[in-house]
């Protein structure tokens, strides 16, 4: 029953966040607080942790196969993969629910190169309020914008975005 209210939620969250227009590249956390620690299997069936991640900068997108506009957001989380240096930024995706198979038949619609991670449980607790919702850690491990809503990650905008924040960060 939590687990249905939980995902009704998550439904209604998602529809109204997508009737937004997204003004803002990425909102800045106001405490910028760690990322919580993980421990979820990836598309590999291999448990991976947010550790692996640490020392560069890493843009968390929570997603679902069922979600219309996290499914049209996809192409430009890959976009921004591949066009950033992968030894200071890489992306990660984080589907919310069960469904494997789901997944893979997704991915092979729209395959990308980056790792996905399945929270089957929805056991992490990173504030998600809606769908798809993306977070960008730091390398330090903290979480210091967040966006709600789709986004176009591969734009030329979030792209210098990105790339002055890890410019600003190497000084």
């Given at each position: 029953?939590?687990k ?13 966040s997508?009737?937004?227009?997204a ?17 979820l299997v ?12 640490k020392?560069?900068?890493?843009l ?24 950033m ?12 629910g ?12 729209s ?9 089957m449980d ?48 190497s000084?």
């Amino acid at each position: 029953m939590k687990k249905i209210l939980l995902y009704s939620f998550l439904i209604y969250i998602t529809f109204f966040s997508s009737l937004t227009s997204a003004r803002y590249l990425m909102d800045p956390m106001p405490t910028k607080e760690v990322a919580p620690a993980f421990n979820l299997v990836g598309m590999d069936e291999k448990f991976h942790t947010m550790d692996e991640f640490k020392g560069k900068f890493v843009l968390v997108n929570f997603w679902a196969t069922w979600c219309h506009p996290c499914k049209e957001e996809m192409p430009t989380l890959e976009a921004i993969h591949k066009i950033m240096d992968n030894n200071k930024f890489t992306v990660l995706g984080i589907h919310v629910g069960p469904d494997p198979t789901n997944i893979k038949n997704f991915l092979k619609i729209s395959p990308v190169s980056f790792p996905i991670f399945i929270d089957m449980d929805l056991e992490l607790n990173w504030g998600v309020p809606g769908l798809p919702t993306t977070f960008l850690i730091d390398p330090d491990g903290k979480m210091i914008y967040r966006s709600v809503g789709k986004r176009n990650f591969a734009s030329n905008d979030m792209r210098n975005f990105f790339l002055k924040l890890i410019k600003d960060y190497s000084k």
